[in-house]
């Protein structure tokens, strides 16, 4: 069991940036890939990004794709989201999770979970 703490979340207006951190703690992240989730009020958690375990593969949904950046470190046991050029439609709830071996984009099949960390844009 990996346990997730998120930090970084706040208000920022459109076409800033803010960058999500999450501390892991607990199993080694040897074969855990790690992702973040969003869910909007009145919608259902959706897959923001994911990365593999070395860092080698990353995933992103159509609407991050060129404005975030998923990264980790391993040994400081750290996964970052870095998000730039947000909107309006960027405010959320940002969820950090684990499971072991591949990125896949549904989460009930993320065994681990933070608690979240609110992001609002305003227009």
């Known amino acids: 069991q990996v346990q997730l703490v998120e930090s970084g979340g706040g208000l920022v207006q459109a076409g800033g940036s803010l960058r999500l951190s999450c501390a892991a703690a607990?199993?080694?992240?040897?074969?855990?890939?790690m992702g973040w989730f969003r869910q909007a009020p009145g919608k259902e958690r959706e897959f923001v990004a994911g990365?593999?375990?070395?860092?080698?593969?990353?995933e992103y949904t159509d609407s991050a794709k060129g404005r975030f950046t998923i990264s980790r470190d391993n040994a400081k046991k750290t996964l970052l989201l870095q998000m730039n050029s947000l909107k309006p439609e960027d405010t959320a709830i940002y969820f950090c999770?684990?499971?072991?071996?591949?990125?896949?984009?549904?989460?009930?099949?993320?065994?681990?979970w933070g608690q979240g960390t609110q992001v609002t844009v305003s227009s």
């Open positions: 607990g199993r080694t992240l040897i074969d855990v890939a």
């Open positions: 999770a684990a499971k072991t071996g591949a990125i896949v984009t549904w989460d009930s099949a993320w065994n681990d």
């Open positions: 990365i593999s375990w070395s860092g080698e593969t990353t």
